[in-house]
């Protein structure tokens, strides 16, 4: 059966005896009787066993510095062994000590010899690990990776898989149940002699034992808890991330993550092998998890490096073989751009640097290679996510103009800019992009028919706005004037209607706004889709708590003057946001047109029009031959009208709206200050309904006397809403008006709303729109339409 899991610790982990027993209690604790182990030196003990090569070839002493290395080994074996054991490493260390000035004593070493002094380190840590897990009671043996690892040798050297295959599968069958201590850093030629498997060599070395192995799982124990979503060193707020895909764990450590090499991921790859990152001095912790063959996309990383080196020329040739011989050498470059003129820039980390330019030589002629240029003052910002395309725009948004454009690939965006840039613009694409979503909750008061119609198109559209937002916007409550069901983990909106028969319970504000405050959302959005006045005097309260309104309720922005200010005021205090459109006209864009009249700097001087559906398809119907009333009951039987038809007739709807659209030109007015010529006589308006309905005839007379009176003059009647200054003075009126049968308002679809907009860019030939203004669908719009206004305007920095 394979072995379920291999733990590297690296240097840092083994630092000193208190590493030493650390380690060895995480393995006790998170491990198994079978496990396998590979560690590096401890401490800094390679890069001494380097420094005393330095001082033999430079003609120093280097004898007391050997002393000095020996005794820090023999300390560790005196603190974490007792006698027995301790004598057995004391004799081979001595031995260690022996051969060691032999080998700097050479006149000279070949590579062998001096890769061999270099792997002592490892060796001691292999020893004396498998010791103290022996001291604690459990089966333990080291193992030298030169006895299981063969290479062909090269710039670094090329394991032969088929065959350490073989030796680590019989290595596994003669250890059962046993833990195995085994070197990192190093392998053998085919004649066994020490290679060294060079930088990030001990992690190289547990990801391709746990592929040779078919280990389940390998952990690269460190001093870091995993991969954050930035350096946690330069952005306060980097989150650990839990998991994400070994194809995204590839690019950032090949644009510069400090936590992972490229070279270490690469046995991985057509494994079923998960690596996971943890820190060996908290263990408890979280960690992340690299998961193999995985397509899922994790929180996007943000990764910089302060310096690069951008290499830019001409080429008369494709510079697709270039990009392949790169790739063969192990030189792929960080990013590059086709710029026009066959002008190509390639951008590497600085190490590389020599290396590039060497085989930029060499291809000079083959790929007439031209104007050859070396920057290094510059820097890489770069973004990896298995989703970078979401956050293309988001990310180029924040480049200045010395910034490089954006380079992508399937799974990173990536941008050069000057090296004092670096740091903020990593800071500002953490920020946007990687920083936790913001999580918008949209509370729906009204779940009539208009609440019905806005859920459905919501569901529709959630998904695409919360990709191109880059925020999250989620139902958290629905509303009625009996009951309310408020749900932090958002709304099912395939399943609302049955939560909220379920849930929903009888409310008070009190309680309404005790719910809301304990909602874990960044900000709320109230959508008001009600006739209600006593929900309208909730506005300030609703301001007060930092909720923003959209309303298709008319009762706030055509209320008392001084409410209406006092609600302006409160948004002008705060970053609060309250739109109304859907309230004037529905999906019909006229408030819109007004605000970008104003802001490109016109005067509006007049506005006008039909703002009712129910009075446009009255009167576009009425022609004399059938009663005016008999037209009202007809439409109130096929559900144009509301319930009490007064309700359309008074016009005070289209007052109402005419007064939305006075303020929201600047005008400071009332309600009253608006004339009101009803259609329902005083005699008819305070009666019951029923008896309204049984004297509905009284209407008809007046009504006629005014059709042919206007058709003698060929004219035709509308119900019409009018504003006009004239000389200063304003003249506002909604009431019955003749106008000529080529009038806007007179040849309209029934059921339309026109509205006629006269200003100083538009004079003779005034701006007219039209169409629905009124209906589930296109009120749902409107009101969908300001929820995404308001969540722009939030998301802006």
């Known amino acids: 059966m394979a072995r379920g899991h291999l733990h590297k610790f690296g240097g840092s982990s083994l630092a000193d005896a208190d590493c030493y027993r650390r380690v060895a ?113 459990v089966a333990s043996s080291h193992v030298d990776a030169c006895s299981i690892l063969v290479a062909d040798e090269g710039a670094v050297p090329i394991i032969r898989v088929d065959e350490s295959r073989a030796k680590v ?11 195995l201590v085994i070197t990192g850093f190093i392998c053998a030629n085919s004649q066994g002699e020490t290679l060294l498997l060079g930088r990030n060599g001990s992690d190289f070395s547990a990801s391709l034992i746990a592929s040779l192995a078919d280990i ?29 895909s070994l194809a995204e764990a590839d690019r950032l450590a090949k644009l510069g993550s400090p936590v992972l090499h490229s070279r270490t991921l690469q046995p991985l790859f057509n494994t079923e092998v998960s690596l996971a990152v943890r820190s060996s001095y908290a263990s408890h912790t979280d960690f992340t998890l690299i998961a193999p063959q995985s397509s899922s996309a994790s929180a996007p990383v943000v990764t910089s490096l302060n310096e690069v080196v951008l290499f830019s020329f001409k080429a008369t040739a494709d510079v697709e073989p270039l990009l392949a011989l790169l790739g063969q050498a192990g030189l792929s470059p960080l990013a590059y751009w086709s710029l ?56 180029a948004r924040l480049l200045s103009r010395d910034a490089k454009p954006v380079y992508q690939d399937g799974l990173s965006l990536v941008t050069l800019v000057p090296q004092g840039q670096v740091s903020l613009l990593t800071q500002k694409v953490h920020r946007r992009c990687a920083g936790p979503r913001m999580r918008i909750g949209v509370l729906l008061l009204g779940v009539g028919n208009i609440g019905e119609a806005w859920i459905d198109l919501f569901k529709r559209a959630r998904l695409g706005l919360n990709q191109d937002l880059e925020a999250t916007v989620e139902l958290v409550g629905l509303v009625s004037s009996q009951k309310a069901f408020i749900a932090d983990q958002s709304v099912d909106l395939d399943n609302w209607k049955q939560q909220y028969e379920q849930h929903a319970s009888e409310w008070t504000y009190d309680s309404l706004f005790a719910e809301l405050e304990q909602l874990s959302c960044d900000e709320v959005v109230a959508l008001d889709i009600s006739a209600s006045a006593s929900l309208t005097l909730q506005y300030p309260e609703l301001f007060a708590r930092g909720i923003h309104v959209v309303s298709a309720n008319k009762l706030a922005g055509s209320g008392p003057l001084p409410f209406y200010r006092e609600l302006k005021q409160q948004l002008c205090n705060r970053r609060l946001f309250w739109r109304y459109n859907a309230s004037c006209g529905a999906g019909l864009p006229i408030q819109h047109a007004l605000n970008d009249l104003r802001n490109s700097g016109d005067t509006i ?10 009075l446009c398809w009255l009167f576009e119907n009425y022609d004399g031959k059938k009663s005016f009333s008999e037209l009202v009951l007809e439409a109130k039987g096929l559900g144009i009208t509301e319930p009490d038809p007064r309700d359309d007739l008074s016009g005070r709807d289209m007052q109402r709206k005419l007064l939305i659209l006075a303020r929201e030109i600047g005008l400071a007015i009332e309600l009253e200050d608006i004339a009101l010529n009803s259609l329902v006589p005083d005699a008819l308006a305070e009666l019951t309904l029923a008896d309204f309905l049984a004297r509905i005839d009284e209407l008809d007379a007046e009504l006629l006397q005014q059709y042919v009176a206007a058709a003698e003059q060929n004219k035709v009647l509308r119900y019409v809403a009018s504003l006009d200054k004239v000389g200063g003075k304003l003249k506002a009126e909604v009431g019955i008006q003749w106008v000529d049968r080529n009038h806007p308002y007179a040849n309209l679809t029934p059921g339309d709303n026109v509205f006629v907009i006269r200003s100083a860019f538009y004079q003779g030939n005034p701006l007219i729109i039209r169409g629905p203004g009124a209906g589930r669908e296109v009120t749902a719009a409107a009101v969908q339409s300001d929820l995404v206004h308001i969540c722009r305007d939030l998301l802006q920095e």
Do not use: C
């Open 216 to 244: 389940g799982r390998v952990t690269i124990w460190t001093d870091v808890e995993g991969v954050f979503n930035a350096d946690p060193n330069k952005i306060n707020d980097a989150k650990l991330l839990k998991s994400m």
């Open 25 to 137: 209690h995480i393995l006790l604790t998170h491990g198994h009787s079978d496990d396998l182990i590979v560690v590096s030196a401890a401490g800094k003990s390679t890069n001494f066993l380097y420094k005393l090569l330095n001082l033999r070839d430079t003609g120093q002493l280097w004898q007391e510095e050997l002393q000095v290395l020996i005794s820090y080994q023999q300390t560790l074996i005196e603190q974490l062994l007792s006698n027995e054991q301790a004598r057995d490493l004391r004799e081979r260390l001595s031995t260690d000590k022996s051969q060691l000035i032999s080998l700097l004593s050479l006149e000279e070493r070949n590579e062998y010899q001096i890769s061999h002094v270099v792997s002592f380190g490892e060796r001691w840590s292999a020893r004396l690990m498998a010791a103290l897990l022996r001291e604690s009671g």
């Open 340 to 395: 026009a003129q066959h002008k190509y820039e390639l951008a590497f980390t600085l190490e590389s640097q020599k290396q590039v330019q060497a085989l930029l030589s060499r291809q000079t002629l083959e790929l007439g290679i031209e104007e050859l240029q070396v920057q290094t003052d510059l820097g890489l910002v770069a973004l990896v996510s298995a989703d970078a395309e979401l956050y293309r725009k988001s990310f």
């Open 605 to 614: 001087e007049a506005v006008g029009g039909i703002f009712s559906g129910t």
């Open 169 to 179: 599968q019989a290595l596994l069958a003669a250890h059962p149940n046993e833990r």
